[in-house]
Nanobody
Framework: QVQVVESGGGLVQPGGSLRLSCVRS????????MGWYRQAPGKERELVAA???????NYTDSVKGRFTISRDNAKNTMYLQMNSLKPEDTAVYYC???????????????WGQGTQVTVSS
């Protein structure tokens, strides 16, 4: 089984920074993609940032220039550096990994439990 665990959320003032971490464990054949979603109260879950197996990244427009997704494969860890945070960034942030568990199998998503980010003065 593949597991992912997020950490790094918290309360921060507007304009501040946070770095979220996502550690993955378990055995699989390859990674297709991984990234971060968020869900604010009363809103649908939205993709924040993602990185594909070839290193291509994409971001939702509202975070471009402020958030950076990165990965450290040696540590099985993915990060989301969030700078210039705004109150509208307040949400529960979830990491996911999309992996192929066995050669020839379809890809499967695995999700973390979420970490709360609150931006408020």
């Amino acid at each position: 089984q593949v597991q992912v665990v997020e950490s790094g959320g918290g309360l921060v003032q507007p304009g501040g920074s946070l770095r979220l971490s996502c550690v993955r464990s378990g055995r699989f054949f390859s990674i297709v993609a991984m990234g971060w979603y968020r869900q604010a109260p009363g809103k649908e879950r939205e993709l924040v940032a993602a990185v594909s197996s070839d290193g291509t990244t994409n971001y939702t427009d509202s975070v471009k220039g402020r958030f950076t997704i990165s990965r450290d494969n040696a540590k099985n860890t993915m990060y989301l550096q969030m700078n210039s945070l705004k109150p509208e960034d307040t949400a529960v942030y979830y990491c996911y990994v999309d992996v192929i568990r066995f050669w020839g199998s379809k890809s499967t998503d695995y999700w973390g439990q979420g970490t709360q980010v609150t931006v408020s003065s």
